[in-house]
């Protein structure tokens, strides 16, 4: 059964601390993001991946990392930089394939992140 | 640059009658276009998506959306609601970022209430 999993589901934090968010995808997708949705807002792109130990800045990375040592996996660390890290964040994938923008991503069932 | 507008924040229908969500867009050429669905705290999930086929695009769930370059539109409609369809659209805009990327541009969401 494919898809994408991210864990935990809800997380807390204390000031101060760093956390890190799983994502898993088992779709074969060369591909993942990291985006932060806050409520009544789209969604906004924290990092993004195309390739195996690559990754790049999206809109909003300042406070955040991110790693890519397998395909499979995109982990997030939200770094006591982050000021208001309190948020739903939502991992993707997508393939790569030649016609770029026609390519939908699929998104996993997110984690929600509060700082205490 | 690529941009998308939801034209409402907040639909409320009641169960059985017709849905219609409204998106516009902007782009300087023939975008790639989808309609995502987010049910509470959960991902999204894609409804459905055009990409410069056919105009009129059926998706999932009885869902169907038109495109219409002269207008710039691309609205969501279901010809009858149904109280599992209440939940967060988004109408996503697709290009290639800058970093050759599957960039995924997203209006700010309508909320869709079904009324019994």
């Known amino acids: 059964d494919g898809g994408i999993t991210q864990s935990p589901k809800y997380l807390f934090r204390k000031e101060g601390q760093n956390v890190t968010l799983s994502c898993e995808q088992n779709?074969?997708?060369?591909?993942m993001y990291w985006y932060r949705q806050d409520p009544g807002q789209g969604l906004r792109l924290i990092y993004y991946?195309?390739?195996?130990?690559?990754?790049q800045k999206g809109d909003i990375a300042e406070g955040y990392s991110v790693s890519r040592e397998k395909k499979e996996s995109f982990p997030l660390t939200v770094t006591s930089a982050q000021k208001n890290p309190t948020a739903f964040y939502l991992c993707?994938?997508?393939?790569?394939?030649?016609?770029?923008?026609?390519?939908?991503?699929?998104f996993g069932p997110g984690t929600r992140l509060t700082v205490l | 640059a690529q941009s998308v507008t939801q034209l409402d924040s907040h639909v409320s229908v009641s169960e059985g009658t017709p849905v219609l969500l409204r998106c516009n867009y902007s782009s300087s050429y023939s975008p790639s276009l989808f309609w995502y669905v987010q049910h509470p705290n959960k991902g999204l999930q894609l409804l459905l998506k055009y990409t410069s086929a056919a105009t009129l695009v059926k998706g999932i769930n009885g869902f169907e959306a038109e495109f219409k370059k002269s207008e710039t539109s691309f609205h969501l409609t279901k010809p009858s609601a149904h109280m599992s369809d209440a939940a967060e659209y988004f109408c996503v805009v697709s290009d290639r970022g800058s970093g050759g990327y599957n960039k995924l541009i997203f209006g700010a969401g309508t909320r869709l209430a079904v009324h019994p």
């Open positions: 991946s195309q390739i195996v130990n690559d990754f």
């Open positions: 993707a994938s997508s393939t790569q394939g030649r016609r770029i923008s026609y390519n939908e991503q699929f």
């Open positions: 779709l074969n997708h060369d591909a």
